[in-house]
């Protein structure tokens, strides 16, 4: 797991400081430009490690995720982004960790663990990519995998407003309203050692979307 972990951010006062100053700032623009709603943000533990799960429609969910909690979170990134020596310092003081698209999906998932086994909190898009509408589209078994391989909770967020806000091709964000609202956490089952099987992710991943949907809905009842 070395050659893991040696890609994540170190964990040191100067490099909390440094999250929590560009949280600050980032996520003031988002309340006053956006005017950002999060509702049920106190669902979001305060101590241990959690899979966030948000919906994903626009590059603006990353920020938004981020304002859920104060806590540091972790998020993936391409690692085309790191080519630039302070661009990839930049984001890997703020938590982001490099994973190599079209490697295989074994890299991602151990990288994830890694960061869920130091402790940190993970944000994990289960979608997989940008969408579009109103309706959760049909999820990844990874975020299930590695909740069970890891026995965290994953906690679903719905995000309304952000399509409208930074829609794909937009060079700025509109200056129009944002809700997120944080679900219950749903948590794998206790297999006593045992291994999960494909069945059992399978039917977690469904109720990860049923929960994902239902936070989304709401986010728009909110919206609207």
Not at 23 to 39: A, D, E, H, S, T
Not at 96 to 121: K, Q, W
Request: a positive charge; one cysteine or more.
């Amino acid at each position: 797991m070395a050659d893991v972990t040696t890609k994540l951010v170190k964990k040191s006062l100067g490099n909390k400081i440094f999250y929590l100053s560009v949280r600050f700032i980032v996520i003031g623009i988002c309340r006053l430009y956006l005017r950002l709603r999060i509702v049920d943000a106190h669902k979001i533990p305060k101590t241990g490690t959690f899979i966030l799960a948000p919906s994903h429609r626009s590059t603006l969910d990353i920020p938004v995720a981020a304002a859920t909690t104060r806590r540091r979170l972790m998020y993936m990134g391409k690692d085309s982004m790191w080519k630039i020596k302070p661009i990839g310092k930049f984001l890997t003081m703020l938590g982001t960790f490099p994973v190599t698209r079209g490697s295989a999906d074994l890299e991602a998932l151990r990288r994830c663990i890694a960061v869920l086994e130091r402790g940190d909190p993970l944000v994990l898009f289960p979608e997989g990519t940008r969408h579009h509408g109103r309706i959760i589209e049909p999820l990844f078994d990874g975020a299930a995998f590695i909740a069970y391989k890891t026995g965290v909770p994953i906690i679903p967020v719905g995000i309304a407003g952000s399509e409208e806000i930074w829609p794909p091709g937009s060079k700025l964000p509109r200056p129009k309203k944002c809700v997120a609202v944080v679900g219950d956490a749903i948590y794998p089952k206790d297999l006593n050692g045992a291994r999960a099987t494909r069945e059992m992710m399978s039917a977690f991943t469904s109720e990860l979307q049923a929960s994902l949907q239902t936070v989304f809905d709401r986010a728009f009842k909110i919206l609207d």
